[in-house]
């Protein structure tokens, strides 16, 4: 019988390890000693696991994680056994591995180490349920008063060193290529926002222009205003995009403004796209003494993409409403178009950047995203009330403040 000692492996983790003095076993080799308390070794793993913190394991990682490599494992052993090595190596690998042609062991343990990420944990967890393993081999062997030969500890250190590296590998390979894909995501989703307003903010600019080109309207009129107010706000835009972009750049100074010349104004600039549309545009009178607070830009922005967006699903010859109210402690902005109502389900879907629910795929899907992120940076709520058959009530809920 085989002499039991106690060493530490040379991998990230310290644990008992057994070794025997060489010659050939008179007791079961180590594949069968596997086969005989595989249930047994499961357990103890699900149990080493369960006393971790943050570590449930689930069905899939028990039937795909360490019970996979424990049949490996064996099925290594049994062809080392034979004198099979080739197909041992094509199980577990070589002494080494090879990233570049995974074993079906490292295949494994890659999957194993890549679900782990999308769970959430961390890579010193993927380290540690091989260690589990290993810990319940030599602890039961212990136990039973197994002993193995030199060269199935060999073996089994082979395939913990290739399973590790493999699932460290894919693990960390998986989380690099997710933080890029955020980091694109992230700056895409800037350069959208920056295009999205240059856009409204020109279209709304040319539209103006070509009134004031056929002579009929004085430069000096509210038709002037509306482009002169749209080139500003170009401008500022492009300043802002050499920091940050939108409603991520700092915001200037906010204050307390009238309703009813914050709704005039939408309407100036909104009535160009309604005509351009084909789309009957009315606004209810607003009660001067109503006040609301905030940046008065990013709130008439938000107004703004909410009009933009009724006059662009509303169905041709119908009417876009847009009105204003106090409702006790709030203002209420509501924009109530005729577009027929929305998908099912999609009343919160609408709001996240680039969804486009309808079929025209027009724009860049982050005007309400927009409006939204305006609203609710200056204190407010953004919500949508969809009437089936109809159409929505986009609605803007504000402090109410008092015009002194």
């Known amino acids: 019988m085989g002499v039991i000692v106690k060493t530490d492996m040379t991998l990230a983790f310290p644990f008992e390890r057994i070794v025997a003095t060489p010659g050939p076993p008179t007791d079961p080799c180590m594949h069968q000693f596997l086969s005989d308390n595989r249930r047994e070794l499961i ?33 290594t052993l049994e062809a080392q056994d034979r004198g099979e090595t080739e197909k041992s190596f094509r199980i577990s690998g070589a002494a080494g591995g090879d990233a570049d042609d995974l074993s079906e062991m490292g295949k494994s343990a890659a999957a194993h180490g890549k679900e782990l990420l999308g769970l959430g944990f961390s890579v010193n967890q993927v380290v540690h349920d091989y260690g589990d393993l290993c810990q319940a081999i030599t602890d039961l062997a212990v136990e039973r008063d197994a002993p193995f030969s030199i060269d199935e500890f060999r073996t089994l250190n082979r395939c913990l060193d290739n399973a590790i590296a493999d ?111 084909g789309c009957k545009f009315t606004v209810d009178e607003v009660d001067a ?77 982050l005007g309400l995203t927009i409006a939204k992120r305006n609203v609710e940076a200056n204190g407010g709520t953004l919500t949508v009330r969809d009437m089936p058959g109809t159409g929505c009530i986009f609605i803007i809920k504000l402090p109410h403040r008092a015009i002194q």
Do not use: W
Request: hydrophobic letters at 45%.
């Open 43 to 75: 357990e103890r793993c699900k149990a080493k696991v369960a006393r971790r913190p943050r570590r449930a394991a689930t069905e899939a990682q028990l039937a795909n994680g360490i019970p996979m490599f424990l049949d490996q494992l064996m099925r």
């Open 167 to 277: 699932a460290v590998t894919e693990f960390g390979i998986v989380r690099d290529a997710n933080v890029a894909l955020k980091q694109t995501a992230v700056e895409y989703e800037r350069l959208g926002i920056l295009v999205h307003e240059l856009r409204n903010h020109l279209n709304t600019a040319t539209l103006a222009f070509a009134a004031l080109e056929s002579g009929k309207l004085p430069i000096g009129g509210s038709t002037g205003s509306v482009m002169k107010r749209s080139l500003s706000s170009l401008a500022t835009l492009l300043n802002l995009s050499q920091s940050e972009v939108g409603v991520a750049a700092e915001a200037p100074h906010a204050g307390t403004f009238s309703l009813k010349l914050f709704v005039e104004e939408a309407q100036s600039a909104a009535r160009f796209d309604a005509g351009a549309r």
């Open 289 to 365: 003494s109503i006040g609301i607070a905030g940046n008065r830009d990013r709130l008439l922005a938000a107004l703004s993409n909410l009009l933009q967006n009724a006059f662009k699903f509303t169905r041709a010859h119908t009417e876009v409403m847009l009105s204003a109210y106090a409702e006790g402690e709030h203002v209420l902005i509501e924009v109530r178009d005729h577009c027929g109502g929305l998908p099912p389900g999609s009343a919160v879907s609408i709001f996240q950047p680039f969804f486009q629910a309808s079929d025209n795929k027009s724009g860049m899907g």
